[in-house]
C-alpha cells in the first residue's frame, strides 16, 4: 500500500451523499451493529454500504477518507460481519481491501501513517477471523479464496503472557473446527504443520517460545478436536492421516497425548468401532505402540483411561501387555479399597445414625394377632 488513491477513487464525493451520511453519522454514537445493519441489508444504497463495511474492516481512523467521528476502530473490528449476508459484488470488493489492509498492519505504515502498535495484534488476529470466515463462505474455486489463504497465518499475531499454554497456531485450530470451511483449506494447513514441524525438530528454525513449539501445539488442537460423539469438523480419513504423521516423527519422551483422550483416539482409528477393523488395524497398533513405549504419556486413573487399558490389553502385544498390566491391576486394587473403604463407612455412619431415626409405630404380628 504505497498510497491512498485506490481508497479516495472507491466512494462518492457527491455533496447530497456525503449530506447523508454525516446526518447520520453525527447524530449519535454509532455502534458495530448498526454499522454492520447497513453493510448487510440490500435495501440501502450501495455507496452507504460500501461506507459502513469500510469502517467496520479498517485498521487505521486515518485511512477513511469521509467523516467518521468516532476514531475509536478497535470497538468495530471487535465485532464480526457476517459476509453470508453482504452481497457477493460488495464482498468481493471487501475482500481487495481486507488483503490491502493485511498489508498495512503488517507494515505498521502507509504514507508517513503510524499505527498504533497496541492495535497491531488485535487487528491481525481479527483479519485472520475474517479469512477463516471467509473461506467458509466462498467456493473452493473461487480465486479470491486462494488469494485470502495465502494470508492466512496459522500462528498468533502475538503470544499471551497471561496465558500457562499461552498462544500458539489457535488460528489454525479455528480453520479445523469451523464446519463451513471446505477441506481442501484444512488440508493446506495441515500440510504447512508439518513442514514447520519437521523444520522445528530439525532444528532450522526454532519455535517462538520454548512451550509453543509446533509439535506440541499440533497435538494439543488435535486432541481438542475429538468428542465422544464421534463427530469430527472434518473427515476421519484426515484425521487418521494426522495420527499416521505424528507416529511417523522421530520423538520420544515427549508426553504429547493426553491420557484421558486416548479412548477417543482408538475409537476414530477403529472406524467401525467393532475392533479388529482390517483397514485400520496396523494405524491402531502403530499409535498404541508410539503411546506407550515412545511417548511415556499413558497412565491410568480415572475410567476413561482404564477403559483405554483394558481395551490396549485386549487387542495388543506382549510387549504393551507388559506395561500397561501392572498399572491397571494397581489400578483397580485402589479402587477396590476405595470401595471397600466408603462401605465400611457408610455402615459405621448406619449403625451411628439408627438411634437417631424414628421408632416404626407398626406393633408386632404377634401382638396384632392376640388383640
Known amino acids: 500500500m504505497s498510497d491512498q488513491n485506490w481508497i479516495e477513487s472507491i466512494f462518492s464525493k457527491e455533496k447530497e451523499v456525503n449530506t447523508s451520511w454525516n446526518n447520520w453519522a453525527e447524530a449519535d454514537f454509532r455502534s458495530s451493529q448498526e454499522l454492520a445493519e447497513i453493510a448487510h441489508n440490500g435495501t440501502f444504497q450501495e455507496e452507504f454500504q460500501k461506507r459502513t463495511l469500510f469502517t467496520l474492516l ?46 498495512f498492519a503488517k507494515e505498521e505504515r502507509i504514507e508517513g501513517l503510524q499505527m498504533d502498535p497496541e492495535l497491531q495484534t488485535e487487528v491481525l488476529d481479527a483479519y485472520n477471523n475474517y479469512i477463516i470466515q471467509l473461506l467458509g463462505v466462498l467456493p473452493v474455486e473461487d480465486n479470491q479464496a486462494e488469494t485470502l489463504y495465502s494470508y492466512l497465518s496459522l500462528n498468533d499475531p502475538a503470544t499471551w503472557a497471561s496465558d500457562i499454554e499461552g498462544s ?14 471446505n477441506e481442501k483449506w484444512k488440508k493446506w494447513a495441515d500440510e504447512q504443520m508439518r513442514a514447520i514441524i519437521r523444520s522445528e525438530l530439525r532444528g532450522d528454525s526454532p519455535p517462538r517460545l520454548p512451550r509453543k513449539d509446533a509439535l506440541k501445539c499440533y497435538v494439543r488442537h488435535l486432541q481438542s478436536l475429538l468428542n465422544p460423539e464421534g463427530r469430527l469438523s472434518y473427515s476421519r480419513e484426515l484425521f487418521v492421516d494426522q495420527v499416521d504423521f505424528l507416529v511417523s516423527l522421530e520423538t520420544s519422551n515427549r508426553k504429547l497425548i493426553a491420557p484421558r483422550q486416548v479412548v477417543d483416539i482408538l475409537s476414530y482409528l477403529d472406524k467401525d468401532k467393532n475392533f479388529p477393523n482390517t483397514e485400520y ?52 486394587a485402589v479402587v477396590q479399597e476405595r470401595e471397600k473403604q466408603k462401605q465400611e463407612k457408610r455402615q459405621r455412619d448406619e449403625l451411628l445414625l439408627k438411634p437417631m431415626r424414628k421408632q416404626s409405630n407398626l406393633m408386632p404380628a404377634e401382638s396384632q394377632s392376640e388383640r
Request: hydrophobic share 40%; glycine share 2%.
Open 58 to 103: 479498517t485498521p487505521c481512523p486515518k485511512l477513511v477518507p469521509f467523516n467518521w467521528p468516532n476514531p475509536n476502530i478497535s470497538h468495530y473490528l471487535s465485532y464480526q460481519v457476517d459476509f453470508k449476508q453482504v452481497s457477493p459484488d460488495l464482498r468481493a470488493r471487501a475482500i481487495d481491501w481486507l488483503i490491502k489492509f493485511i498489508d
Open 281 to 332: 488395524r496396523g494405524r491402531w497398533y502403530r499409535f498404541v505402540r508410539f503411546l506407550v513405549l515412545r511417548d511415556n504419556s499413558f497412565m491410568i486413573f480415572n475410567q476413561q483411561t482404564e477403559k483405554a487399558a483394558e481395551l490396549m490389553l485386549k487387542f495388543c502385544d506382549s510387549q504393551i501387555k507388559n506395561e500397561i498390566a501392572p498399572q491397571l491391576n494397581s489400578y483397580q
Open 168 to 181: 500458539g497456531y489457535n488460528p489454525l485450530l479455528k480453520l479445523w473446527r469451523n464446519e463451513a470451511v
